[in-house]
């Protein structure tokens, strides 16, 4: 499956951002997907996570309250929607996605992820 990601741009601190990550050349319902960001001069990190049906996610403890993940297999699209947002939220932001048997399962692990959209980057003015 190819992932793109959208959705990314400059905005003001305290602002929301929605992103997206639409899947090609295949269904994302067999697939858990992760949400990473990279800022500058940082490694990649895991923001959020989402099982194959939706029902199971996790979060960074620095986006916990703020950001929420979530999924609608029968457009083949997830999003992630980003509310108070802050200067440390500017990075690149990918999607990835795991083929997984578990309709329960979600990924955290940035090695697990086989399949990566191109990232969107998303600026965070104060």
């Known amino acids: 499956v190819q992932l793109q990601a959208s959705g990314g741009g400059l905005v003001q601190a305290g602002d929301s951002q929605e992103l997206s990550c639409t899947a090609s050349?295949?269904?994302?319902?067999?697939?858990?997907v992760g949400w990473f960001r990279q800022a500058p001069g940082k490694e990649r990190e895991l923001v959020a996570a989402v099982s194959r049906n939706g029902r199971i996610t996790d979060y960074a403890d620095s986006v916990k309250g703020r950001f929420t993940v979530s999924r609608n297999n029968a457009q083949n699209t997830v999003s992630l929607q980003m509310n108070s947002l802050k200067s440390e939220d500017t990075a690149i932001y990918y999607c990835?996605?795991?083929?997984?048997?578990?309709?329960?399962?979600?990924?955290?692990?940035?090695?697990?992820?086989?399949?990566w959209g191109q990232g969107t980057l998303v600026t965070v003015s104060s």
């Open positions: 050349g295949g269904t994302l319902r067999t697939y858990a």
């Open positions: 990835a996605a795991k083929a997984s048997a578990l309709a329960t399962y979600i990924y955290t692990l940035e090695s697990s992820y086989g399949s």
